[in-house]
């Protein structure tokens, strides 16, 4: 396999951008050759997360590995991102729900024209919306607040502000965050993470009142247009934004299975699936 790929790319960004979350947040790191993880920390039970970045042979030894990792971490929630589908992680108390498709966009132009702000045209959206790049700790609390309320993340909510995003996450090299506004009301946000390959895509949300309003496609156009459009553009597609992400280039690479353990399998923890 090519490990140069646009799906290595793919898991190259996503752990780089949680290696920039764990920076923000000053939680513990480990880069390994073939995966990511850390050890997330903002309450005793919350979910650590490991994502896995390179193909492996058998799978069982990589299984103990991460078994023996979440043993000296103690870890009690987890969300375990394995792109290559193979990994069996039932016999450390996880699950996984459907695989979803990791996606990747050749670099290239998309048809934008600004309406207000960085607004984009296209998919039926309103003359009312425009979107911004955020640049203050306001703007980025607004963009927290739409994802935790918009995607949304029950373990985040009520939605408190830093507690899932905090503002030193902007002033990470690479990290972008978009604000979606209709009459000047925040509709939906994203963010983008740049590593200098690739551009991951993460976290579009769009809150429950402005669905259906080409919210999402224009934050997407817009931070695709202004994030390195000469780059790949990269993201995981949950089944609601699939089709979104289709119309706007993005090809499947691949699918990948989310491992979680909640305390209510054997006391190991449910990682909520923040991407």
């Not at 140069?4 to 390994?32: I, P, V």
């Not at 991102?81 to 996880?94: I, N, S, T, W």
């Not at 498709?101 to 984009?120: I, K, N, Q």
């Not at 998919?123 to 700790?137: C, F, I, M, R």
């Amino acid at each position: 396999m090519n490990i140069h790929s646009r799906l290595e790319q793919a898991n190259d960004n996503a752990a780089a951008f949680w290696l920039a979350q764990a920076r923000a947040h000053g939680w513990q790191q480990l880069a390994h050759p073939g995966f990511t993880a850390v050890r997330c920390a903002r309450t005793p039970d919350d979910a650590h997360r490991i994502v896995v970045t390179r193909p492996y042979g058998e799978p069982a030894p990589l299984e103990e590995e991460l078994a023996a990792l979440l043993r000296e971490w103690s870890t009690t929630q987890l969300t375990l991102e394995d792109p290559y589908g193979r990994l069996d992680m039932a016999r450390f108390g996880c699950s996984h729900g459907p695989a979803m498709p990791v996606m990747a966009r050749e670099p290239g132009p998309l048809d934008v024209s600004p309406r207000g702000g960085r607004t984009a045209t296209g998919g039926g959206t309103d003359e009312s919306l425009t979107v911004d790049e955020v640049q203050d700790g306001d703007g980025f609390a607004e963009v927290e607040r739409s994802v935790v309320d918009g995607f949304p993340i029950p373990a985040r909510q009520p939605w408190t502000r830093g507690g899932m995003l905090p503002e030193r996450l902007l002033a990470e090299p690479g990290c972008r965050a978009w604000l979606g506004r209709r009459d000047g009301v925040t509709a939906g946000a994203c963010l983008t993470y740049d590593d200098g390959r690739a551009t991951g895509v993460y976290w579009v949300a769009t809150l429950p009142d402005h669905r259906s309003r080409g919210v999402a496609r224009a934050i997407l156009e817009t931070a695709l247009a202004a994030a390195h459009p000469d780059r790949p553009a990269t993201l995981v597609a949950t089944p609601l934004g699939a089709p979104l992400y289709r119309k706007l280039g993005f090809i499947e690479q691949s699918r990948t299975l989310w491992w979680t353990r909640s305390p209510s399998a054997g006391g190991q923890g449910r990682g909520g699936q923040e991407r």
